[in-house]
Structures are given as structure tokens and as C-alpha cells.
């Protein structure tokens, strides 16, 4: 089993920035993939960007102004949120593609950090 850690959401003025945190603790072989989704009150659950292997992609309402990062001897993945818009408010979850020691591939969600942005 593997648990996803959350930290780093808040309350933040439009136009500053926040960074995310979630670490993956349990039994891991390999990770495939780390992502962060965002979910909105009344709105679906989209994918905001994800790293695999240390290529990185992006949702189009964050290029340019979010980065993700990993830090694989920690299992941590990391959004660097800048230039924040009162539009990029919702609870963002940690997602997590991980290989056990069976080779096993399960797929593992964080319990979600709310982000606010206000305008």
C-alpha cells in the first residue's frame, strides 16, 4: 500500500504564488508517474500537469505559469504555482502510478489540498 502526502495549499492574492508538496510513502518499487488534479466546487477533476520519467506535460490554463519537479530519492513530487488567478481555486489532489515489488502498477490518490486565490 502506498500513501500520498499533501502539503503546501492556502490562501494566496491573485498574482502570488504557492508551491505544492506530496510525498509518497509505502512500498514502492518504481514510480511511474506523479501528477496534480485539480478540482473545482461543481466542475470535473482535470489533470493540471504530470511528470514521468522527467518528461513533464501541462494542462493549457497553467503553461507557463506552473511548474512540476520531482525529487525521486524522496518520492516527492513538487508545483511550483506562480502568477495565481482567482480561477485557479479548487482543491488539488496528488496522484500517484506506482509499481510494487511484484510488479504490481496501482494507481494512489492524496487526500487534497485547497488552494485559494483571491482577487
Known amino acids: 500500500q502506498v500513501h500520498l502526502a499533501e502539503s503546501g495549499g492556502g490562501l494566496v492574492q491573485a498574482g502570488g504564488s504557492l508551491r505544492l508538496s506530496c510525498t509518497a510513502s509505502g512500498v514502492i518499487n518504481r514510480i511511474l508517474t506523479m501528477a496534480w488534479y485539480r478540482q473545482a466546487p461543481g466542475m470535473q477533476r482535470d489533470m493540471v500537469a504530470s511528470?514521468?520519467?522527467?518528461?513533464?506535460n501541462y494542462g493549457d490554463s497553467v503553461k507557463g505559469r506552473f511548474t512540476i519537479s520531482m525529487d525521486n530519492a524522496k518520492n516527492t513530487v513538487y508545483l511550483q504555482m506562480n502568477s495565481l488567478k482567482a480561477e485557479d481555486t479548487a482543491v488539488y489532489y496528488c496522484?500517484?502510478?506506482?509499481?510494487?515489488?511484484?510488479?504490481?502498477?496501482?494507481?494512489?490518490w492524496g487526500q487534497g489540498t485547497q488552494v485559494t486565490v483571491s482577487s
Open positions: 511528470i514521468s520519467d522527467g518528461s513533464a
Open positions: 496522484y500517484g502510478d506506482v509499481v510494487d515489488f511484484r510488479a504490481r502498477t496501482k494507481e494512489y
